[in-house]
């Protein structure tokens, strides 16, 4: 990975910073979409934005190599480890103290193609890496977490105006210096926050807000709004009267004393209690150690969180076909979203298993 | 409301110190353990005895079992007193003249039983709260910038939560109280007048929409020294709360609390009333509860602020809440249908996110109208305290109550997996600096 | 998975946009599958409702989030 050290000393005799480019065969001059099914390739001397960014850059670092693809070619699965090692070989023949692809603006193949790439050299050849697209390019939901982004106009028309941050974060990426936030810096948020100290309280922050709101001033909210993976629905039941549902609660209802020792709160595990044979659920043998709101009215009667009583008076008249020989619970609050996937995907074998298939899922 | 003007007057305290009588003087205040201990014995009932300690700003210590945090004050001219409803009957309050110790707060700390008559059930128990006094965290609270007095209580044994509770409240305000008289006779060293009386008409109106927790004993907020429980939204002229009207009695998560001292000195409403005559005119505060029960409640909540804002002839709306995300929920909506009806909001939350702020959602609950919310930093980082000289308040910190329990040495280094222990760290008063910052 | 599961809560903004298919409404948010204030035959009663209500939910083919109610004097 490591280029040379910089030499100190005159500037004439100072090692200069070191760029490999990857472009895609419109901007390496082979054509658009008649030339998007070409391999991997080496681009003979600097042509295309990469004369730009050795501009910019006045003298501190200069493009070693262009290399390009073509969009069809490099985003065929077939064709990924060749693309890589022509990428690898490059690399290591020039040790680049840094990587850049693009930009891509809005072309959703080459902005998947300059993602792809970007990643591979950061992550799996150690060398700092950056690219550049519209923020609405799908490329970047898929790599946008772990690699810099810059945001640029939505086509190739702004170019002049998008390349100078591309150039200014890859230099800084060369010479090693600590990165600044995604504002500061122009990529765009990766989805990392860490907490720091505003040079304004949140009252000013959050009043500021509102007046820039009400002046017709643009503004920027501190929190964006996330969506969930949408999850299509199952299938419905087929015939209710043969089903043996299981029940779950994230109300923390679990048998005296706790003995998972289930958090109250962040939880990261789930218990599952044996109710074979069990016409009810008593006060006093179950407790709920839920810590977000008052459990007492669910401690008195456990069944305001799992209602076996009714299930079992259900299934007593063939209602549905069963009760699941267990119930299950955690604690849901500030339960954090991955781990409540693999408790998901936990639970689901688990119904598999015991052939469940259906599920009553209770929360307070 | 033009006759609602209130008198601010602020006595600098610059060091506090024991001594035989109290007094006040020079900016020096001097408590005497003996004459808090008589002027409280009637109030000892749950309580055994209370002792005292100071801390001063920056101090290499924390404090630990935090309750309540009070702002002395005495009313000197104008109806009622502050905190209107406690020791008193409750006139409304906000106009006259009340004096303040600047620089100075009262704290409340007790290490509240765990046992199953008293906080077993799920929320309902005071998880321990700390107060770092240096380093990262002390920027959560005021507390690390001010001279406390912490009252430590010793309890009786055998008492239910509401008599600790009661008690403790009772007992902190009267110190508070008493402390603050001292300024009486005194010129004070700064002053500052609240009115809402408007210069410039055309300025938007802007309320503050706040919601506090009510979920039972040690989840409980006071108004005008009744318990919030069931309460319609309503509305208060700022002076009111500027003179006590709210006090809490909310011990229950450190990080999403606000204390007394803070709903008396709070941040969102000094603020708007620092802008009030130069970019909006500040209309009011507006009351609620927060932890409706289900959705349908909390809409008819919802409903009620919009309705209370645009009575006042708001176009502006800020929405801040205690609580997690139960009280999301509740903001979320107050901040959707004002939205829905042409008010414009800005809110402040504490997120989530895990430790490095990719995973899921940073908030509970959100509406696609809350496109102003501001951060009050993320409260699942992982958190490291240093050791320090000294801890007030306790021998050792009491964790993890659902797992049978934890207690390491209070003045010893502490890694904690969130924030939530500590004293004001979800900032849902908007009180500190702390924020996320996108990388 | 393809295992259907019906989510009973009262906090039912929050189970919709979570993206939970099936979501029934019910008591409130300390007794999901209850009332406390009931005497207990009525809530037994009241449980069943919610039950019954869970049940025809997972019968159903949903197309995405769809919320159930129980409490015919608060919803709708």
Aim: aromatic share 8%.
């Amino acid at each position: 990975m490591g280029a040379l050290r910089r030499a100190r000393g005159k500037d004439s005799e100072r090692v200069k910073l070191k760029a490999v480019h990857y472009i895609n065969q419109f901007f390496a001059g082979f054509g658009g979409e008649t030339a998007a099914g070409m391999g991997f390739g080496v681009v003979d001397g600097i042509k295309g934005p990469a004369l730009g960014l050795n501009r910019l850059w006045n003298g501190e670092m200069e493009v070693a190599k262009v290399v390009y693809c073509g969009d069809n070619y490099v985003n065929e699965d077939a064709n990924w480890e060749t693309v890589k090692a022509g990428v690898r070989a490059v690399v290591e023949a020039e040790k680049p103290d840094v990587f850049i692809a693009g930009p891509a603006f809005n072309a959703g193949r080459y902005g998947v193609a300059c993602a792809k790439v970007t990643d591979f050299v950061r992550a799996e050849l150690g060398v700092p890496a950056v690219t550049g697209m519209w923020w609405e390019n799908p490329a970047v939901p898929m790599y946008v977490k772990d690699n810099y982004i810059i945001s640029t106009t939505e086509t190739a028309v702004g170019m002049s105006r998008s390349l100078p941050k591309v150039a200014a974060l890859a230099l800084k990426l060369a010479k090693r210096e600590p990165i600044g936030p995604a504002r500061a810096e122009g990529y765009l948020p990766t989805g990392h926050r860490r907490n720091e100290c505003s040079e304004r309280t949140g009252a000013e922050r959050t009043v500021q807000m509102l007046v820039d709101k009400l002046q017709g001033k643009p503004f920027v909210t501190e929190v964006p709004l996330r969506g969930f993976e949408k999850v299509p629905p199952a299938p419905p039941v087929k015939d209710i009267t043969k089903t043996v549902i299981g029940l779950f609660t994230t109300g923390g209802l679990v048998p005296m004393g706790n003995p998972d020792k289930i958090k109250q709160a962040f939880a990261v595990s789930f218990g599952i209690y044996d109710i074979r044979g069990l016409a009810a659920l008593k006060k006093g043998v179950y407790e709920s150690i839920h810590g977000g709101y008052d459990t007492t009215a669910a401690s008195n009667d456990p069944h305001r969180l799992v209602p076996l009583d009714v299930m079992r008076d259900l299934a007593a008249e063939g209602r549905i076909g069963g009760v699941a020989d267990f119930f299950g619970a955690t604690c849901g609050v500030g339960t954090n979203v991955e781990t409540s996937k693999k408790m998901g995907q936990d639970l689901a074998q688990r119904y598999l298993a015991a052939g469940v298939q259906a599920a009553i899922l209770t929360s307070t | 409301m033009i006759d609602m003007t209130l008198t601010r007057r602020y006595y600098d305290v610059k060091d506090v110190k024991f001594g035989e009588r109290c007094a006040f003087e020079g900016g020096v205040l001097t408590v005497s353990k003996e004459e808090l201990r008589a002027l409280t014995a009637d109030l000892c009932k749950a309580v055994k005895r209370v002792d005292f300690d100071i801390t001063v700003p920056g101090e290499n210590a924390r404090i630990i079992h935090v309750l309540d945090a009070i702002q002395p004050m005495v009313k000197v001219e104008g109806e009622g007193v502050q905190y209107s409803g406690f020791f008193s009957t409750p006139y409304t309050v906000g106009r006259g003249k009340t004096n303040l110790l600047r620089g100075f707060a009262v704290l409340e700390s007790a290490a509240l039983p765990w046992d199953q008559a008293n906080a077993s059930s799920g929320l309902l128990y005071p998880r321990d709260a700390i107060i770092e006094l240096r380093g990262p965290y002390a920027e959560y609270t005021p507390f690390s910038k001010t001279r406390n007095l912490v009252i430590l209580y010793e309890l009786n044994e055998g008492k239910s939560s509401i008599e600790y509770d009661n008690d403790i409240r009772l007992i902190g305000l009267k110190v508070a109280q008493r402390l603050a008289e001292l300024t009486r006779p005194l010129e004070p060293d700064g002053e500052e007048t609240f009115s809402t009386a408007e210069t410039d008409p055309a300025l938007p109106g802007v309320v503050l929409v706040w919601q506090c927790q009510n979920q039972g004993p040690y989840s409980d907020t006071f108004l005008y020294g009744a318990p919030i429980d069931d309460m319609v939204p309503t509305i208060l002229h700022p002076n009111e709360m500027l003179d006590g009207c709210v006090v809490s009695g909310n011990y229950v998560w450190p990080a999403f609390k606000v204390p007394t001292y803070l709903h008396v000195n709070h941040p969102l409403l000094l603020e708007l009333y620092r802008r009030h005559g130069k970019d909006l005119n500040f209309r009011g505060v507006i009351f609620c509860r927060s932890h409706n029960p289900s959705n349908w409640h909390k809409q008819r909540c919802a409903s009620f602020n919009v309705k209370l804002a645009q009575y006042l002839g708001a176009s502006g709306l800020v929405m801040a809440w205690e609580g997690g995300g139960n009280a999301c929920t509740d903001g979320m909506l107050t901040i959707q249908t004002a939205e829905k009806h042409g008010i414009r909001c800005s809110a402040i939350t504490f997120e989530f996110g895990g430790p490095d702020g990719t995973e899921g959602k940073l908030l509970v609950d959100d509406v696609p109208e809350a496109d102003a919310v501001c951060t009050g930093g993320s409260i699942e980082k992982p958190v490291h305290l240093e050791k320090v000289e000294r801890a007030v308040g306790g021998e050792t910190f009491r964790l993890n109550k659902e797992s049978g329990g934890f207690f390491p040495p209070a003045t010893e280094a502490l890694d904690l997996t969130t924030n939530t222990q500590m004293y004001l760290g979800g900032n849902q008063c908007a009180y500190s600096r702390v924020f996320a910052q996108a990388y | 998975m393809g295992i259907p599961c019906v989510h009973v809560t009262a906090f039912t903004s929050i189970a919709l946009d979570v993206g939970a298919n099936r979501v029934v409404f019910g008591g409130d948010f300390t007794a999901p599958a209850g009332d406390p204030k009931l005497p207990p035959e009525r809530e037994k009663a009241y449980r069943r409702k919610i039950i019954e209500k869970a049940l025809e939910a997972l019968q159903t083919a949903v197309p995405g989030p769809t919320l159930y109610t129980v409490d015919e004097s608060k919803e709708g």
